[in-house]
């Protein structure tokens, strides 16, 4: 009876551990199914599917607060800035203070308030802790674009910066964000050939095709 009873609990931690296996499977195919959504630019869609990582039972704090800190980007995206900022925060309230990623999150919520000089420092100091950084880099780069207040703009500072977001995570946002600079810096020829590559691979994408016109633009103006 004892053996008996005892085979009947390993057959139950069993079920139990295939059980937590399945759902950090689901888990990690919703995380990449809401990347992929914001790196093709379906804010929304991505925003849905990071709620879901939020909300699950079995996701760490670390893949909760990524997945705030992409939902506090879509939201920048659709143009809903208090809305990003909130979500930021939210994100940097799982980070010990002075840490990396406690800066990045909350300079996004600094920006999203207003204050670029406050989270400008605090992405310099972010910067300085992690060279290589996506998020440091990807947002100092659009800060020296200007997207903050032309009063800040330095394009060749931008420059720096984007293009190790590039380098760091090719994709379309990070590509869009550097065909931008070059286009403000009259790179046309740099532009065109990042451009004709994303046309390609964003056929139905109106504002690559936008910069793409622009680009062409500013070729012919060059070459006349």
């Known amino acids: 009876m004892w053996a008996l009873a005892l085979l009947l609990s390993g057959l ?3 079920g139990d551990a295939a059980q937590a296996l399945t759902e950090q499977a689901k888990l990690q195919a919703l ?3 809401a990347s992929q959504l914001h790196d093709t630019g379906q804010s929304r869609q991505a925003i849905a599917k990071f709620e879901e990582v939020v909300k699950s039972a079995v996701a760490t704090d670390m893949e909760r607060a990524h997945a705030l800190r992409f939902i506090s980007l879509g939201y920048y995206e659709m143009g809903d800035y208090p809305r990003s900022g909130e979500y930021a925060a939210k994100a940097a309230a799982y980070y010990p203070q002075g840490s990396y990623d406690y800066l990045v999150n909350m300079a996004d919520a600094d920006l999203m308030q207003g204050r670029v000089v406050e989270a400008a420092a605090k992405l310099e100091q972010a910067h300085a802790l992690a060279p290589r950084g996506l998020a440091a880099n990807n947002v100092l780069g659009l800060l020296y674009l200007g997207d903050n207040g032309e009063q800040y703009a330095d394009y060749p ?4 910066y984007n293009r190790a977001a590039f380098e760091i995570e090719p994709g379309r946002i990070t590509e869009i ?3 931008r600079n070059y286009l403000a ?3 046309y020829e740099q532009a065109h050939a990042h451009l004709l590559d ?3 691979r ?3 994408d ?3 095709r936008n910069l793409l016109g622009q680009a062409e633009s500013g070729l012919k103006s060059h070459r006349e």
């Open 12 to 14: 139950v931690g069993c």
């Open 31 to 33: 995380r990449l199914e």
């Open 157 to 160: 500072k931008a420059l720096a």
């Open 177 to 179: 964000a550097l065909v």
């Open 185 to 187: 810096l009259q790179e």
């Open 198 to 200: 994303l046309s390609q």
């Open 202 to 204: 964003y056929a139905d």
């Open 206 to 208: 109106a504002y690559i």
